[in-house]
């Protein structure tokens, strides 16, 4: 397994931007009847979702959320010397969304500063790239940004996922301070399992064109989407969720010598209440010590973890607290983190 660990490096702040548009899920009816609305998310347990509006971008949820957390800290952006944009829906194809909001920001033409293209593992994944430079002598603070804006890419005539996703945007600092003591990671992907959360067309293995963007019945049920909409095979996520997350989790504590119990909090990939109540219940850990989004915000893809933080834990991490991080999703690729965190800022949630 690709274990990481890390010493005297982390994250020293927090905030979040999400869209002021609340979707009511139980209203969401212009498609389905609603007998059939109430029984999807009654089982999936998400309420309420943030969809921006046509013009927003996940790089604007994700600078509100930046230039709210660096005045918070009182951070002189000369300071920031590396920019980290995680995001499957980036602004454009090129030029990388990281590029744009560096100039956006005001950041230094010295800064580093690059896109990274994952699911819903991305920030955990981000977090050991950010710790990696923040590491090096001469890095002083390293932006990790995070935004998705999901309601852009599934259909909402496909009741597997019409129901699941919103939108969010967050920003972290990560810095050198030996009082973070240690940080350990467990990173992960099977490629095999490609086809369980996927949009087929768009890209370049089979290129936009009048067939791609039009709306096809993709089943026996009657579910509606074009072949640049993302679908998701929910029953084989979840039977991959089943075999592949406690172990991780455990394989992870064992390198780090550490007990489950140990923890603080636990931060799981918001996904549904299904999943992660399976989870609380194979780990036998304190359910009131797994905080939860999942029926306020949804599915934010990897905003998830860190939104969580934000929203549910703001009050929480006074002095020295330790939590457990773990996210699954398209590739299929899944993390586990433990970090330490001192006296974290976290920042009020704003709303664009």
């Not at 560096?102 to 010295?110: D, G, I, K, T, V």
């Not at 940004?145 to 996703?165: H, M, N, Q």
């Not at 359910?287 to 029926?295: D, E, F, L, R």
Request: proline share 3%; hydrophobic share 40%; aromatic share 10%.
């Amino acid at each position: 397994m690709a274990f990481l660990q890390f010493e005297g490096v982390g994250v020293a702040g927090l905030s979040a931007c999400v869209p002021k548009n609340i979707i009511k899920n139980y209203q969401y009816t212009d498609y389905f009847p609603a007998d059939v609305v109430k029984e999807v998310v009654d089982k999936i347990g998400i309420v309420e979702r943030r969809f921006v509006d046509k013009d927003t971008c996940s790089s604007d949820l994700c600078f509100a959320a930046a230039e709210k957390l660096i005045s918070d800290m009182q951070i002189s952006k000369e300071e920031i010397d590396v920019l980290i944009f995680i995001s499957q829906t980036p602004d454009y194809r090129m030029p990388a969304t990281s590029v744009i909001l560096q100039n956006r920001l005001r950041l230094s033409h010295q800064t580093i500063a690059f896109d990274i293209n994952l699911g819903c593992s991305a920030f955990i994944y981000g977090l050991t790239v950010a710790y990696s430079y923040a590491m090096q002598p001469h890095i002083r603070k390293v932006l990790l940004l995070d935004g998705e804006t999901r309601s852009k890419v599934y259909s909402p005539k496909d009741r597997k996922t019409a129901f699941l996703f919103g939108d969010g945007g967050v920003a972290a600092i990560i810095e050198r301070n030996p009082q973070f003591g240690h940080s350990y990671f467990s990173l992960n992907s099977d490629g095999s399992r490609e086809s369980l959360i996927k949009i087929d067309a768009g890209g370049y293995r089979i290129p936009s064109s009048v067939d791609t963007v039009t709306e096809k019945v993709v089943d026996e049920y009657g579910n509606i989407r074009t072949d640049e909409q993302g679908y998701m095979r929910g029953g084989d996520v979840f039977n991959f969720v089943i075999r592949e997350i406690p172990n991780d989790i455990k394989a992870l504590l064992l390198f780090a010598k550490k007990d489950i119990q140990d923890m603080d909090y636990y931060i799981f990939h918001q996904a549904n209440n299904f999943m992660n109540s399976y989870l609380i219940s194979k780990l036998k850990i304190d359910k009131q010590k797994v905080p939860s989004t999942i029926s306020k915000y949804g599915n934010v893809s990897s905003v998830s973890v860190p939104l969580t933080i934000v929203s549910e834990l703001m009050d929480k991490l006074e002095g020295k607290k330790t939590l457990l991080l773990s996210a699954f999703g398209v590739g299929m690729t899944w993390a586990t983190g433990i970090i330490a965190l001192d006296a974290c800022k976290i920042s009020d949630i704003v709303e664009i």
